[in-house]
């Protein structure tokens, strides 16, 4: 796995983020809050920048995350996610503005990190089978370029949370402190979260989360709320369409 982190956000793209730290940034891929995302095809597979301004990303259109669990508003945090596909990957972006950061000492990037989701972290939670919606994966990437991916099977009891699972994913993470945003970027194969051949106007289930800041201030930040105190909600998930390059 090829993992890579810097921390020093391009100078093409502070607007932008400042732009969406504001809340300035309209949510043009969910315009009636319908909880579907658009995954736009990409013609090749790219190389992970973290960028929101590189060729691949500039111009698409995203989703926010600026809410807890049950819906209730969490200033300062409105995190925009996008999507593009391509047959053999699905691409993720996550740009999270933020207060305060918790993060883990010497962090290590080339093996899974346990546990990641006890400090800051932007997370995915993917299902294909509409019918066994309790089964599904979570994909995890850190301010720090750590990671984990797991085999999440909730039929059982207890539920199990697979950690031995390797989905090969990649991530990249850049951090801006001056501007207190970070991003964090994914690159998940497609046979690893859905049997079927991709191909445009195909579906999965999926969920976006934040876990951000130190106790006691510990802030958690849904895109689909699951009106409880945990993300383990797949009956909250929405939906992400893979969509034909215009």
Request: proline share 9%; glycine share 6%.
């Amino acid at each position: 796995m090829m993992i890579h982190l810097h921390f020093r956000i391009p100078a093409s793209i502070p607007l932008l983020l400042a732009l969406l730290a504001a809340g300035r940034v309209a949510p043009a891929a969910d315009p009636a809050g319908s909880g579907l995302i658009l995954s736009r095809q990409a013609a090749a597979d790219f190389p992970l920048s973290a960028d929101p301004e590189s060729p691949p990303w500039k111009g698409t259109a995203g989703v926010f995350a600026e809410n807890d669990t049950y819906g209730k508003p969490v200033p300062g945090h409105r995190t925009e996610i996008r999507s593009r596909w391509t047959e053999s990957h699905l691409y993720l972006l996550f740009t999270c503005p933020y207060q305060e950061l918790y993060l883990k000492a010497d962090p290590k990037t080339e093996t899974e990190t346990s546990q990641l989701w006890d400090w800051d972290v932007a997370e995915a939670f993917i299902g294909s089978d509409f019918r066994n919606i309790k089964h599904y994966t979570e994909f995890q990437v850190s301010p720090q370029g750590e990671w984990v991916d797991l085999d999440i099977d909730r039929n059982r009891q207890p539920a199990a949370h697979n950690g031995q699972w390797n989905s090969g994913y990649q991530v990249k993470a850049r951090l801006d402190r001056e501007r207190r945003i970070w991003v964090g970027e994914m690159k998940i194969p497609m046979e690893k979260i859905d049997s079927r051949k991709p191909q445009a106007g195909h579906l999965l289930r999926i969920n976006f989360y934040r876990l951000q800041g130190p106790p006691p201030k510990r802030k958690m930040i849904a895109w689909q709320p699951t009106h409880s105190n945990t993300y383990h909600v797949p009956e909250a998930f929405g939906q992400l369409k893979l969509e034909k390059e215009k």
